[in-house]
């Protein structure tokens, strides 16, 4: 029995970033504000620049805020659904919280604006301020109660904390609350004082180094033991989680320090969190297969970004997985994350 790669699969990672942000309406504009900038047109499509203190942070297409040209895109990558969370550089947790409040509910509602006219393709992930507890809590059931977003995206850090520091409990209290899904993208991340090369070694290199230890974190810190229920995914695969990991539990069978503070075999605890498939490589895969097993791996594709998964499903054939597990890859974990009910 072969797998026929279609149009079924469910893409958990993937970027929205509006045309347009609105002014600023405080008293002194703060200069991580962002903005976009008219670019030249490229290939039939419609570019902005995307500027952050005063630098064009990033260039984007009109894929990142139309719905239509998304959608378009999804056969031709093997997708049915493209779930879509803000471009991370947006989460804004280093500003106030008077300016982050209202940028996030722009996101917010922009976000499930263009989800509405998506005829069910495309699903939102809300941002939430989560330099402040109630405030994130507050942003949250507004986003999927009133919004409609299917889930949250937040940082592999925030403000240099990681995610599995216990400050951050009533969030995930919330989210296991409200059963929605959390899914983790790195930002702004550590190390970048070790990189010698130019600027985009920042998301080739130092971004899979910080998704992987916001996940340790959360086994490390216990926030699986305290919230069995929270259903929590990692972008870039984990990133360097799959090599840590067997390190991480050769060392809780060997110092009893790590034994009596991680309660639970971090191998097995791994397997209860979510992976997406963006590694670039069949071989890598494989390995996360190996190490956290299929059951939580998911499509990711980092679209519309130039740095993305082209043919996500392709990739996964070429791995050589079974038809079963290449459902399971393609679509079936990602509807357990995301909640069958929102099917």
């Known amino acids: 029995m072969s797998f026929s790669p279609c149009a079924c699969g469910i893409d958990v990672h993937a970027h929205v970033v509006p045309e347009h942000f609105p002014a600023y309406l405080g008293r002194t504009v703060p200069n991580p504000w962002p903005s976009t900038t008219a670019a030249p047109d490229s290939n039939g499509l419609c570019h902005r620049h995307v500027m952050v203190n005063g630098k064009n942070y990033r260039t984007v297409s009109e894929k990142s805020w139309s719905a239509t040209r998304r959608i378009a895109d999804l056969p031709e990558m093997g997708l049915e659904k493209q779930v879509i969370s803000p471009m991370p550089e947006l989460l804004s947790y280093w500003l106030p919280l008077n300016d982050a409040q209202p940028l996030i509910r722009f996101l917010n509602e922009y976000t499930a604006e263009i989800c509405d006219k998506s005829e069910g393709k495309l699903l939102g992930l809300a941002a939430v301020p989560l330099q402040d507890m109630d405030t994130a809590v507050a942003e949250l059931h507004y986003a999927v109660n009133q919004l409609g977003l299917a889930g949250v995206e937040i940082g592999s850090n925030i403000n240099g904390t990681t995610i599995g520091d216990s400050r951050f409990d009533p969030f995930f209290a919330a989210c296991v609350e409200l059963d929605v899904p959390v899914f983790v993208h790195a930002i702004k ?155």
């Open 189 to 343: 991340p550590a190390g970048m004082d070790r990189l010698v090369g130019p600027a985009p070694l920042q998301q080739v290199l130092a971004y899979p180094t910080d998704v992987g230890l916001a996940a340790a974190s959360v086994i490390t810190g216990g926030l699986l033991i305290r919230y069995p229920k929270l259903r929590i995914a990692f972008s870039h695969g984990g990133g360097t989680l799959a090599m840590l990991l067997p390190r991480l539990q050769q060392g809780w069978t060997v110092f009893p320090a790590l034994a009596e503070s991680i309660p639970e075999s971090p191998a097995e605890l791994s397997k209860k969190m979510f992976f997406d498939t963006l590694v670039f490589d069949p071989a890598a895969l494989k390995y996360l297969a190996s190490i956290f097993g299929t059951q939580g791996l998911m499509l990711g594709t980092d679209y519309p970004f130039n740095f993305h998964e082209r043919r996500p499903v392709e990739r996964l054939v070429s791995a050589g997985f079974d038809p079963v597990t290449c459902d399971a890859l393609t679509f079936g974990n990602a509807r357990r994350f995301l909640g069958n009910s929102i099917f």
